[in-house]
DNA sequence: CGCTTGCTTGAACAGCATCAACCTTGGTGG
DNA sequence: CCACCAAGGTTGATGCTGTTCAAGCAAGCG
């Protein structure tokens, strides 16, 4: 995964830094709760494979999913800074993560400027998902809304090289968790796809997405295309 | 302020190395912008008085206030990590920053470890107040997204010691300000601040805002009184 | 004074939620 | 092999929540 162009490759001495604070990898299975909401968690964990979400509840049961995890994804460092964490980490696809513990994290700010100013590259980074997430869920359309999931997930797909042979990525969300990202219901997201299906702006098949026009699709979204900075991987 | 039971004590070394990374404070008037919607900024602050909040506006100008900031608050990491920032940052009352240069921040995680943490974790407890208003805005109905909002400030102004002797804290927010911060329409968010006036739960005068029944305002918010960790103040 | 900014209120309307079915698909076990 | 079931997707009808439009009002300020 270092490989990728989307990566600031790491210098041979960290990567060897980071070998030794890893606590070492482990394998989810789709469904499972990475992080508990409410419960303390003396963890990091850094996705390799699969997709995630951040979400957090109400009393009543509401659900809002706060943001998607993928592939590179530092997760727990909201949960960390203290004791309990106010939201819950859930896994949408079978996943492995490599493991460290929190005073691992101890030891990268104490030993390793660089890596430890990643961190916080990537603390910010997350906020900026989640600052763009609360813009389109106040302020756009729900026909505006899912366009922008569309594009925001292809993108990132895309630039993990996730992208197959027609054009298509992995979407492992159910409309359920559509409707739960964007403060919708289930019932209006359906019909608000179905439209941008009839419009040919996108296609939902078995677990795959495609977006035969996303000049189109980024209209409708009011999206602007930043170019991804090369990120860092913890 | 840093004597203020909120903000955890410093060491008098990392104080003095402070001093010499910090390039001064500055005034601003009401209304002022801090940072450009998209514009690239060379400098950090951190708000010494006064309030702001940092918003997000789509091409046709619909606006989202993302959060509110306050005393104490750290600003401009978002905006750093790369190139432009995607958001601005207005101010609503008269203000004091100070004003740190951006190669002041590399040098604190070089010679600081201990405040590196803390920009960090400064960083993660913004992010999470951003989530909780996505939760609000996702999830929430109006009357308790303005419930909400009122709680959450005042409890903000109360452990920077801001309330008076008449139970009020400083409200400098408009209507507008509350419906773009919500999502909701200016009409809207009139008629609902009217209802809960009349239920005897909120009493806004002169920018200043009073709650006669706590308790009754938290039961209409779904609000959980979480108990506010001691925090950093760079 | 007149002007601007912010607050207030009513009326009409629309976007989205809710309710209630029904359909499809893949997995399970008899 | 097929009956059954659960999960997810689809669709129409109805109505509430919140938007938009349109005025009018109060207060601060040149």
């Known amino acids: 995964m270092r490989k990728l162009p989307t990566f600031r490759p790491l210098e041979p001495e960290q ?9 070492g990898e482990r394998r989810f299975e789709a469904g499972a709760t ?4 409410g ?3 003396r963890e990091l964990y850094t996705l390799l494979s699969g997709m995630a979400f ?8 509401r659900r809002q999913i706060l943001n998607f995890l993928m592939p590179g994804d530092f997760v727990g460092l909201q949960e960390r800074v203290d004791g309990q964490s106010p939201h819950g980490v859930e896994l949408l696809t079978e996943a492995s993560v490599c493991v460290f513990p929190v005073e691992g994290l101890w030891e990268i700010f104490r030993h390793q400027t660089t890596l430890a100013f990643d961190i916080t590259w990537l603390a910010a980074h997350e906020e900026r998902i ?4 609360l813009v389109s869920v106040g302020r756009r359309t729900a026909t505006e809304r899912v366009a922008m999931l569309l594009i925001h997930l292809y993108k ?3 630039s993990l090289r996730l992208v197959d042979e027609h054009g298509s990525v992995p979407f492992p969300l159910t409309q359920q968790h559509i409707a739960d990202a ?5 019932v209006h997201t359906n019909k608000t796809l179905r439209r941008l299906r009839l419009l040919g702006v996108c296609e939902l098949r078995n677990q795959r997405l495609r977006l035969p026009n996303p000049r189109a699709l980024q209209q409708v979204a009011d999206y602007y295309d930043r170019p991804l900075a090369p990120r860092p991987l913890i």
Request: proline content about 0%; hydrophobic content about 35%.
């Open 39 to 41: 419960a303390a968690s």
């Open 130 to 133: 989640v600052d763009g997430n």
């Open 15 to 23: 990567l060897s830094f980071l070998e030794g604070v890893k606590r």
């Open 182 to 186: 964007l403060g919708l219901s289930l």
């Open 156 to 158: 990132r797909s895309e």
């Open 54 to 61: 951040r979400y957090g509840t109400l009393s009543d049961g």
């Open 34 to 37: 990475l992080i508990h909401e």
